[in-house]
């Protein structure tokens, strides 16, 4: 099996002013025992990707979005482009967040070009995927991840695969006080793992992380860590407090 680094990525979704976020990442990077084996990130608006960018400059800390256009330019009011993201020092880009398809109603077709979108601008792409409660009670959940990755992934090619992070996060344990249980991650990540694998095959499959997110907090990331082909975490709101989100990270370099 190929080793896979830690990926810890912080969700901040709409919060933080930008003086706020700036005295976060120096803070957060004057505390952290750099160089370690794991990735932090943090996905921020789009109006602190450019400062928190310049705040973390010669460190390792990944900077990233929370969103982005499938069109590289356009008459698209109110979007923003991969390469936008890109020119402000934007690393990653979650896509897919449940959020974005429940408020947005954003689905796999449009979420697949916004892959291959990012893919072409070089700015990894975080596919989020993960059912609802409904969909959990009548047993879909298996089919709900497959649809996800499949149409979500579609014409993306194996060599591009060790670019893509996947973050598994059921949509009914985001924003609550506990997460899924860690057989219910297990059995998640596993079938995961399958469809990546039937998708573009074990070699390139193995190198893509999967991450679990969904209420995760500084008092369960380190059990999260320990779950079967759990290879890090995508945290909502413990990474909005410095506190917590050094704790989940230095338990990630632990586990
Ligand atoms: P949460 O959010 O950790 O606050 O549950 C996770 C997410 O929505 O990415």
Redesign the pocket.
């Known amino acids: 099996m190929t080793h896979r680094p830690r990926v810890i990525i912080g ?1 901040w ?1 709409m919060h933080k002013s930008a003086d706020e976020a700036k005295a976060f990442v120096r803070a957060f990077l004057a505390a952290f025992p750099w160089p370690a084996e794991a990735i932090v990130g943090l996905a921020v608006s789009f109006t602190l990707i450019a400062p928190v960018v310049k705040e973390a400059t010669d460190s390792p800390l990944w900077i990233g979005a929370q969103n982005m256009n499938d069109a590289s330019e356009g008459a698209f009011t109110g979007e923003i482009a991969g390469p936008m993201l890109k020119d402000a020092g934007a690393s990653f880009v ?1 896509l897919g ?3 974005r398809r429940r408020y947005y109603g954003e689905e796999d077709a449009f979420i697949n070009r916004k892959v291959r979108q990012a893919l072409a601008c070089g700015i990894k792409p975080v596919l ?1 995927v993960g059912e609802t409660q409904e969909e959990r009670s009548s047993q879909s959940t298996d089919r709900v991840l497959e649809t996800q990755l499949t149409l979500g992934l579609s014409h993306v090619l194996p060599e591009e695969a060790e670019q893509l992070i996947v ?1 598994y ?1 059921p949509v009914w ?4 006080r506990e ?1 899924a249980s860690r057989e219910e991650i297990k059995q998640a990540h596993g079938h995961c793992r399958a469809i990546l694998k039937e998708l573009f095959g074990p070699a390139a499959a193995d190198k893509i992380a999967i991450l679990y ?5 500084a008092s369960n990331a380190k059990v999260l860590l320990g779950v079967d082909d759990v290879d890090g975490l ?6 909005l407090c410095l506190e917590n989100f050094l704790k989940i990270v230095n338990d990630s370099l632990l586990t």
Do not use: P
């Open positions: 969700n979704k979650l967040h449940s959020e989020c973050a996060e344990a985001i924003g609550q997460s997110g969904g209420s995760v907090s995508l945290v909502g709101g413990a990474s």
